[in-house]
């Protein structure tokens, strides 16, 4: 997918000016691509729904049931402290010879 692939789309959508949108789909022109529908024709369709909330991120949901800050935190602290090792290690490898006291 290119650039010039969106353009007829950010063209007709119209960005600067939503009042101004123009469909390319009418009766009389069925292939046009782009048109309105009215809330009606919307909520009138098999299964319609406008509810979004399919998009909420699933891990939020479980907030109510996260551990203490300070178990939080030493669980960051120990995943910083293992990413840190590993990253001495590819260090030392490529002849870095980084030591945990050049690190600090």
């Not at 101004?20 to 789909?25: A, E, G, I, K, V």
């Not at 369709?45 to 996260?66: G, M, P, Q, T, V």
Request: charged share 40%; glycine share 2%; with cysteine.
């Amino acid at each position: 997918m290119k650039r010039e692939d969106l353009d007829e789309f950010v063209q007709c959508y119209n960005p600067e000016n939503r009042h101004q949108r123009t469909p390319t789909w009418s009766d009389k022109k069925p292939d046009g691509r782009w048109r309105a529908y009215d809330y009606d024709e919307l909520i009138n369709r098999d299964k319609a729904s406008l509810d979004i909330f399919w998009l909420r991120d699933e891990s939020l949901e479980e907030s109510d049931n996260l551990p203490d800050p300070d178990v939080l935190a030493q669980e960051i602290v120990d995943d910083l402290e293992a990413a840190l090792e590993q990253f001495r290690e590819i260090a030392n490898d490529l002849g870095g010879n980084m030591s945990p006291e050049k690190s600090s």
